[in-house]
């Protein structure tokens, strides 16, 4: 017998419901909204507000967080794992070296595993292979410069730990370890401080805010992180391309917080207001932030997503020149918000075309998108005969079934 996938919160909602014998109508008074509202909810055509879904997760016995987090109830309040050795080189205490390492020593081996996070479609097996001794290798040397008189290469050093734990920040949240990615997000801002490098600086709250994007109910202080640090930019720093490109960036943190926030209207106001910094800047990747218009157009892309308008999100998708993107991670994310779109207007033979495309763009990247499997799980319930076939496929290589 084929077990069920991971049901998104609609369904749960629904199944929850129909198991406690009840109607839409006496949850939904119950909750205070209207029949309709919750008939549109279990249907997956709306997507409850925070006081909401708390509410119904109360009325029906839910646990909140399986519901927040679209994840199954039982694994709702366990962090998902992460590699056990990445796990504990961060969390552990580093001796310094017996012979410390040069700043342009790391700089050239954080760079090397920058350039593999953002090109590889292996990237989290490389990263977990890698990420432990570097970890140990910048814990220890930074501790053996603390003293040190050569103050030029102690900060290039602390520059080289700020680029790192940038990128560590985006492995632990991509693998859902928001705790460990606050931690990174805190030692990089620390780094950078140390070095007093306000470029880093910057994209140090630039990381956070990212962080910050990823909690439900963080959205202001996502947008306040980024403010902050676009003032203290604009004082620290002189006008170049490179801090117009990280202002840029930082803009962008506040509209996706814009568009979480269910604002789009002044998600799409400041992305009028970033694009004439990004055709400055032009296509880079200064600091890793793949800042330039064609991640500009990207955003404009998600915003419409989020909405809910995916007649205007394809639309959006048509004019992306996707080979100008210096992430495959922002390609991978280009695919994924692409495949949404298609499934907010019920094609979902088009819907798999993508996911399949993306499998073989990125398979690691898929078998950890909350967002796919909530896809695939659909696909698994909505497909027609005709391609049922690769859709189970699908789902048995994500284990979903």
């Not at 931690?183 to 956070?208: K, M, P, Q, T, Y």
Request: proline share 4%; with cysteine; hydrophobic share 45%.
């Amino acid at each position: 017998m084929v077990d069920r996938p991971a049901l998104p919160f609609s369904e749960r909602i629904r199944q929850r419901r129909i198991e406690q014998g009840r109607t839409q109508a006496v949850v939904a008074g119950l909750c205070g909204i209207s029949t309709e509202y919750l008939s549109q909810i279990e249907r997956g055509l709306k997507t409850p507000a925070r006081d909401v879904m708390t509410r119904l997760a109360a009325e029906l016995q839910l646990a909140v967080g399986s519901l927040m987090g679209d994840v199954p109830e039982a694994t709702a309040n366990v962090s998902p794992p992460v590699g056990s050795r990445v796990a504990q080189a961060l969390l552990g205490h580093h001796r310094p070296p017996a012979v410390a390492f040069t700043g342009a020593g790391l700089r050239d081996r954080v760079e090397g595993l920058w350039r593999t996070w953002q090109s590889s479609p292996t990237r989290f097996t490389s990263a977990e292979r890698l990420l432990p001794d570097l970890i140990r290798d910048i814990e220890g040397t930074v501790r053996a410069l603390r003293a040190s008189p050569d103050s030029m290469e102690r900060r290039e050093v602390l520059r080289a730990a700020a680029d790192f734990y940038g990128m560590l920040r985006s492995y632990c949240r991509r693998v859902g370890r928001m705790d460990l990615a606050m931690l990174s997000a805190d030692r990089a801002l620390r780094a950078a401080e140390d070095a007093d490098d306000a470029l880093r600086i910057a994209v140090a709250h630039w990381n956070l805010g990212h962080v910050l994007l990823s909690q439900a109910g963080s959205e202001a202080g996502a947008v306040d992180v980024a403010m902050t640090a676009v003032a203290q930019l604009d004082h620290a720093a002189a006008v170049s391309d490179e801090t117009v490109a990280v202002r840029g960036a930082l803009e962008l943190v506040v509209t996706v917080a814009e568009a979480k926030a269910r604002r789009p209207w002044a998600a799409r106001d400041r992305l009028n207001k970033v694009m004439p910094l990004a055709q400055r800047a032009g296509e880079g990747n200064v600091l890793w932030t793949v800042f330039g218009p064609t991640n500009v157009q990207l955003h404009a892309l998600s915003v419409e997503m989020t909405d809910g308008d995916a007649l205007e999100g394809l639309r959006l998708a048509d004019q992306v020149d996707i080979t100008q993107i210096a992430s495959n991670e922002r390609t991978f994310t280009f695919g994924m918000e692409v495949a949404a779109c298609y499934a907010l207007r019920r094609d979902y033979a088009a819907v798999l075309v993508h996911l399949l495309e993306l499998e073989q763009l990125a398979p690691e990247d898929l078998e950890r998108s909350p967002l796919a499997q909530k896809l695939v799980a659909s696909l698994v319930r909505q497909s027609r005969p005709t391609y049922r076939r690769q859709v189970v496929a699908l789902a048995e290589r994500l284990q979903l079934l």
